[in-house]
Nanobody, 114 residues
Framework: QVQLVESGGGLVQPGGSLRLSCAAS????????MGWYRQAPGKERELVAA???????NYADSMKGRFTISRDNAQNTVYLQMNSLKPEDTAVYYC????????WGQGTQVTVSS
């Protein structure tokens, strides 16, 4: 079955960095566009960043210049490098794989606090 397993979340101070990983199995990873979404308490889930099969990237405006999405097709893994983190980046971050069907991971908590 399809599995998307996120890792790398945790507690970080404002201005700090984290790198999230999402390991995919059960899909032909290179054929899927991959993305990261996040959901903060009391808010709707929102797009963070996405990367196509060809490597084209897309970011939400508030993440541009701070976050970088990348993929390693050999490792079936997508990454999200997050720099200059702010308290408002606190959320559960979800990995998604999109083609004909969409798949979601279980999420990883990111907390930005001093």
């Amino acid at each position: 079955q399809v599995q998307l397993v996120e890792s790398g979340g945790g507690l970080v101070q404002p201005g700090g960095s984290l790198r999230l990983s999402c390991a995919a199995s059960g899909i032909s990873f290179r054929l899927y566009s991959m993305g990261w979404y996040r959901q903060a308490p009391g808010k709707e889930r929102e797009l963070v960043a996405a990367i196509t099969t060809g490597g084209t990237t897309n970011y939400a405006d508030s993440m541009k210049g701070r976050f970088t999405i990348s993929r390693d097709n050999a490792q079936n893994t997508v990454y999200l490098q997050m720099n200059s983190l702010k308290p408002e980046d606190t959320a559960v971050y979800y990995c998604t794989a999109r083609r004909i069907s969409n798949y979601w991971g279980q999420g990883t908590q990111v907390t930005v606090s001093s």
